[in-house]
């Protein structure tokens, strides 16, 4: 059974940063490219970053630079650090795996002071 689990959002103000986690089970991770993406109120879901089974990594232009994704394979986690959070940063943000199914429940950070 595929299960998704994201975790450590929270409020944080500008400025600060979030270390979010997506951990995983029921597939073998290694093999999937791993993807982040958030859904902030009333806007449609978008991708922030994207990372192969070996590492290689994409970022939407808004968050490069202050946002880093990663993968443990040998724990089936990925993680998304978040460094000089900005207000517009605020949105649920979901694990995606090509896989069934697919999506976790979210986890909700907000920038806010």
């Known amino acids: 059974q595929v299960q998704i689990v994201e975790s450590g959002g929270g409020l944080v103000q500008p400025g600060g940063s979030l270390r979010l986690s997506c951990a995983t089970s029921?597939?073998?991770?290694?093999?999937?490219?791993m993807t982040w993406y958030r859904q902030a109120p009333g806007k449609e879901r978008e991708l922030v970053a994207r990372i192969s089974g070996a590492g290689g990594t994409t970022y939407a232009d808004s968050v490069k630079d202050r946002f880093t994704i990663s993968r443990d394979n040998a724990k089936n986690t990925m993680y998304l650090q978040m460094n000089s959070l900005k207000p517009e940063d605020t949105a649920i943000y979901f694990c995606?795996?090509?896989?069934?199914?697919?999506w976790g429940q979210g986890t909700q950070v907000t920038v806010s002071s």
């Open positions: 029921g597939f073998t991770f290694s093999r999937y490219i």
């Open positions: 995606y795996a090509p896989i069934t199914p697919n």
